[in-house]
């Protein structure tokens, strides 16, 4: 029992409670599924989003339009729901569009079941015209219902 205590136990790391070990057993019984709703909702999404006129450059390597594309289908297993874009658009713009939407949240968490977005401006020297970034994280909401609610608050600002 001492070697086990006083040796093996920084080994082992630290000891969580009994529900904490039940609620992740519990997860990680549908983390297949959900994977797959994240990954097929968040290409749908990034799809329509890439068409969009205030997107200068879409970032998800599982879309054809990336540089790294074919690296990406040789080295993935698949891609998941969380992806950015560049804009030009002013930020002020930008955020008060993030602010109307319905169902994504403001946050920069990912792996849970409800859409995040987040804009941040981007520094640079190149030119007068900033660059921002907007993160967007799709979750397990209906993705028709997401791009209906990004068109929805677009419009409105």
């Known amino acids: 029992m001492n070697r086990i205590g006083y040796t093996e136990y920084m080994l082992l790391g630290g000891i969580m409670a009994p529900q904490t070990a039940a609620l992740i057993s519990k997860g990680l019984r549908t983390l297949p599924l959900r994977m797959?709703?994240?990954e097929e909702s968040g290409l749908f999404v990034a799809e329509h989003v890439s068409k969009q006129g205030y997107v200068a450059r879409m970032n998800h390597p599982g879309l054809p339009s990336h540089p790294q594309?074919?690296?990406g289908q040789r080295q993935l297993s698949g891609s998941s729901s969380l992806?950015?874009?560049?804009?030009?658009?002013?930020?002020?713009?930008?955020?008060?569009?993030a602010n109307r939407l319905c169902y994504f949240k403001i946050g920069v968490s990912?792996?849970?079941f409800e859409s995040l977005i987040t804009v941040n401006a981007l520094e640079t020297d190149k030119d007068d015209r900033k660059p921002?970034?907007?993160r967007l994280y799709v979750g397990?909401?209906?993705p028709k219902d997401?791009?209906?609610?990004?068109d929805r608050a677009w419009c409105e600002v």
Not at 146 to 150: G, Y
């Open 140 to 142: 397990l909401e209906n």
């Open 83 to 97: 992806f950015s874009f560049v804009s030009f658009e002013p930020i002020a713009k930008l955020k008060e569009w």
């Open 146 to 150: 997401l791009i209906a609610d990004l």
């Open 36 to 38: 797959q709703r994240h």
């Open 110 to 112: 990912w792996g849970g």
């Open 69 to 71: 594309y074919e690296l």
């Open 132 to 134: 921002s970034v907007v």
